[in-house]
């Protein structure tokens, strides 16, 4: 059963952990996520990004395979579906597909404009008992077409936001998407400590969990992030393991590709970066 991440967040605030939402893009990514979450006794969330729902065929789909998968699976610990970086009229497909959690992205919109639309889908997640991440300050790098620079968000927009009722906040503190340059500066842990004291409890978000030093990620906790994006680094564990699959000629069966043995080495590689990544983010046995 799906439920919201509201629960799930309150919780890791409290605790001083961070659950990790894994961006899915096919069957092999889901499963991975899923049984390692279940492994080790893990809340987690299944992040959607547009570009990945329209690849799978539609969110409906998308709501229907991982809702049997957790019944075929019989996974047992809390699981999040929720849409990453959606606009508003992908918030509003996703409310109708059946999807527990969505983020509208308003980053880019004028301030009003942000704060408009983010008040309706309040009112509308609140109908349909679902939970629901805005966002203020652009995200750095690129995802599915949306490219921000790494803005700071301003502290006091961020409280307009929150006021409205959301579930959780992204606030852009310098994080991008995408593997980070080597002349990064570094989260903006003044910015973060500012958002956070004007947002009180809310659960905040930090995206572009990907690079990010380990001692960072701690600290970013410690001030009040409880939801922590990762998909750079699955994408990049899942192409070398089938990389080197290949290029050893494992592949080689006489009769062409086998694809649930080609896809197999990515899959135990994202297995591996998640349970990684739940280790430092603390939320193993948190379930």
Not at 68 to 83: D, F, N, R, Y
Not at 121 to 132: F, P, Q, R, T, Y
Not at 172 to 198: D, M, R
Request: glycine letters at 12%.
């Amino acid at each position: 059963m799906l439920v919201t991440a509201k629960e799930m967040l309150t919780k890791a605030k409290a605790g001083k952990y961070a659950v990790g939402q894994f961006n899915i893009n096919n069957l092999e990514w889901t499963k991975a996520v899923l049984l390692t979450a279940e492994e080790l006794r893990s809340p987690v969330i299944l992040g959607v990004s547009e570009g990945a729902g329209k690849y799978m065929t539609g969110y409906k789909t998308v709501v229907g395979m991982v809702k049997g998968m957790l019944e075929e699976l019989k996974i047992t610990v809390p699981v999040a579906l929720h849409l990453d970086h959606g606009s508003y009229e992908g918030c509003l497909k996703c409310v109708e597909a059946g999807f527990s959690s969505i983020m509208f992205d308003g980053s880019h919109d004028p301030i009003e404009e942000n704060v408009a639309k983010t008040k309706e889908l309040v009112k509308i997640c609140a109908e349909h008992n679902m939970s629901l991440e805005a966002e203020v300050g652009a995200i750095g790098g690129e995802e599915d077409g949306v490219v921000g620079k790494g803005e700071c968000a301003d502290p006091e927009e961020c409280k307009r936001i929150a006021d409205l009722g959301v579930t959780m906040l992204a606030a852009g503190i310098g994080n991008i998407h995408g593997v980070y340059p080597e002349n990064w500066e570094g989260l903006s842990f003044e910015t973060l400590k500012a958002v956070s004291e004007k947002t009180g409890d809310m659960p905040l978000v930090l995206h572009g969990g990907t690079g990010i030093p380990a001692d960072q990620i701690k600290k970013a906790i410690s001030l009040g992030v409880a939801k922590i994006n990762v998909n750079t680094e699955c994408q990049l564990a899942f192409a070398a393991a089938t990389r080197k699959y290949i290029e050893e000629g494992k592949d080689k069966q006489g009769k062409g590709f086998d694809p649930r043995k080609l896809l197999l080495p990515g899959t135990e590689a994202i297995k591996e970066t998640v349970k990684e990544k739940m280790e430092l983010f603390g939320s193993i046995g948190k379930a």
